[in-house]
């Protein structure tokens, strides 16, 4: 089955500082890489995602990369600012009939802004 | 629009009873989804259901059971609770097809004693 690889899983970072979250995956058959954000007590909101005939989304201070060669996806989110702070997952899903509504999530990355 | 609701919102159980989590959908929303997330880890997926019928199943042992109802709205249940099944319960509604966001709703807290 796939297998979601994430790292790191904490990152700290200044205010205003730029913060990458890298993910690995290992179903070649995986083509679409949600991200979340989860804070203290809440559900996962998506914050963007990708599909796997794009390279490269942005979204105002998001943006998401994806290398399908490589089998991995990261996340970049530019001039952080202290709401930023929270736990972000990354997750994978295939396109098969049986397989699309279920994500293969990463462990995690625990992010804190210092202001 | 209302989100993705569940209830109940916490509870706590005993080792050996029975649970019934429940979820309504987004309006729309054909597709079911359940998450179990144990404190500090990701979600793992449990259950798929689409017009009423499973579409997908995580590794879960048998104790894991859902349905999904006419109305799309669905309910997940475990027999003989473990002291290991405490962790929050995430449901997941999105429209068919792949690509489709997938919302969660803010889960069912459920801690066994």
């Known amino acids: 089955g796939e297998n979601v690889e994430q790292h790191p899983s904490t990152l700290s970072v200044q205010e205003g500082d730029s913060a990458v979250i890298k993910c690995t995956y290992s179903?070649?058959?995986?083509?679409?890489f949600p991200w979340y954000k989860q804070e203290l007590g809440k559900r996962p909101q998506l914050i963007i995602d990708?599909?796997?005939?794009?390279g490269e989304k942005k979204d105002q201070r998001i943006a998401v990369t994806l290398n399908k060669t490589a089998k991995h996806f990261s996340l970049h989110i530019t001039e952080t600012q202290p709401e930023d702070s929270a736990v972000y997952f990354c997750?994978?899903?295939?396109?098969?009939?049986?397989?699309?509504?279920?994500?293969?999530f990463g462990a995690g990355t625990q992010v804190v802004v210092t202001p | 629009d209302a989100g993705v609701t569940q209830s109940p919102t916490h509870l706590i159980k005993t080792r050996g009873q029975h649970v019934t989590l429940r979820c309504s959908p987004i309006?729309?929303?054909?597709?079911v989804s359940w998450y179990q997330q144990v404190l500090g880890q990701g979600p793992q997926f449990i259950f798929q259901?689409?017009?009423?019928?499973?579409?997908g199943r995580g590794n879960f042992p048998d104790r894991f059971s859902a349905r999904q109802f006419p109305n799309y709205s669905s309910e997940l249940n475990v027999n003989a609770l473990l002291l290991g099944d405490s962790a929050l319960y995430l449901c997941?509604?999105?429209?068919?097809?792949?690509?489709?966001?997938?919302?969660f709703g803010e889960g069912s807290w459920l801690t066994v004693v």
């Open positions: 997941a509604s999105s429209l068919v097809g792949l690509g489709n966001t997938i919302y």
């Open positions: 179903d070649s058959a995986s083509n679409y």
């Open positions: 990708i599909r796997s005939n794009v």
């Open positions: 997750a994978a899903s295939r396109k098969k009939a049986d397989s699309w509504g279920k994500l293969q």
């Open positions: 309006s729309g929303h054909k597709s």
């Open positions: 259901y689409y017009e009423k019928e499973e579409r």
